[in-house]
């Protein structure tokens, strides 16, 4: 039934493109695709498709049923952890299962570059530059971002506008954070905030992580839900989280408001990559070309707490336009790189902090 309501479909828009313009282009081959939209031919829908995937069941909702719908492909999805789909593919890597991992971080996909097929999407183009796929294997398709979320019943006068006012006496033993050695929105905080203070190895800036964790008192709560529901409950004033549960927050009509750091606000690419050996692959690269389309980017944007990673995509009302946020670029692969270092050094103040 689907196959056949996909080919309805197609003959529709062939008739309706007929109608548009007075010469028709030649029928792409079996297995080609469109320079300008990557849509593939009639010949290439149908079949299967299999994701691993780590996301939320609102983005995997938006998304599956639509892909199933538009192209006639049965979908089968495993979630569980990043972590966790990662090492099942690396023990599926003579026969893999799988055909794409949809999701997880930029940073554990690099560290795997064995594990995928290289592709470049032809929507690759109007992803926004910070988050293109540049090295050939990963494709950038959600942007989320770290900031700062208070209670506003409890804040008071108390001005947060970014990171430096975490350091204000008044907010000892009220700030929530995740551990940044054992969560990855945490670590995401404190190389954000390394590189807004002046960079990864840069003195001053790992003094500000020892006094901002000075002012946060030890008070480490055990995951990072656990911050921003923090937050939220009056337990803290103003939490290290990240946007997507926040924004949640202040759309439910939650007692909150998001703060992006003024001294700058990173936002990392969620991956997405086609598994090396994927007995699906035309399905797979089809896959990856659809969650970057417009449709699919504008969709998420007006529906979800993700942050599109196309250029012009659109945006829901209660979340603040990307253009008003000060945005900093991380270095991907140097945290990547160095992230056993980072954890180390942050560790130490931490426990230096704790015998005192």
Not at 59 to 76: C, H, Q, R, S, W
Not at 118 to 128: A, C, L, Q, R
Not at 223 to 241: A, I, M, R, T
Not at 332 to 342: C, F, G, N, Q
């Amino acid at each position: 039934m689907k196959k056949a309501l996909a080919i309805l479909l197609s003959l529709l828009m062939i008739v309706s493109f007929a109608g548009c313009v007075s010469v028709t282009p030649p029928a792409p081959t079996q297995g080609s695709q469109t320079p300008e939209s990557g849509t593939p031919s009639a010949a290439q829908t149908g079949g299967k498709l299999v994701v691993y995937s780590p996301n939320s069941e609102g983005l995997m909702n938006a998304t599956i049923p639509l892909f199933e719908e538009k192209y006639g492909i049965d979908v089968e999805v495993i979630q569980a952890g990043t972590g966790e789909l990662i090492k099942r593919i690396q023990s599926e890597k003579n026969d893999p299962y799988a055909d794409v991992l949809f999701g997880g971080s930029w940073s554990l996909a690099y560290d795997n570059k064995d594990l995928w097929e290289m592709y470049v999407s032809p929507n690759d183009k109007n992803v926004i530059d910070a988050y293109k796929n540049t090295c050939g294997f990963i494709t950038g398709n959600v942007l989320d971002g770290s900031c700062l979320i208070v209670n506003t019943d409890l804040i008071g006068d108390i001005k947060i506008e970014g990171y430096a006012d975490l350091l204000n006496p008044a907010l000892k033993g009220k700030i929530a954070t995740a551990d940044p050695a054992n969560s990855s929105s945490a670590f995401a905080q404190l190389t954000n905030i390394l590189k807004a203070m002046g960079g990864y190895e840069d003195e001053k800036a790992w003094g500000f992580v020892k006094d901002l964790f000075a002012n946060i008192d030890g008070k480490i709560s055990q995951s990072s839900s656990g911050v921003y529901k923090g937050v939220s409950d009056g337990e803290y004033l103003v939490g290290l989280s990240y946007e997507d549960p926040c924004a949640q927050l202040v759309r439910d009509g939650a007692p909150v408001k998001v703060i992006y750091p003024k001294e700058g606000a990173v936002y990392l690419p969620a991956s997405a990559t086609i598994i090396k050996g994927a007995k699906n692959l035309d399905n797979a690269k089809l896959f990856i070309d659809f969650i970057i389309s417009e449709e699919v980017q504008n969709i998420w944007g007006t529906t979800l707490t993700n942050r599109p990673v196309l250029k012009n995509s659109k945006t829901s009302d209660f979340m603040i336009p990307m253009s008003e946020i000060f945005v900093i670029e991380e270095d991907i692969p140097y945290v990547s790189s160095h992230k056993k270092e980072i954890v180390a050094k942050y560790t130490d103040i931490f426990t230096s902090l704790q015998s005192k």
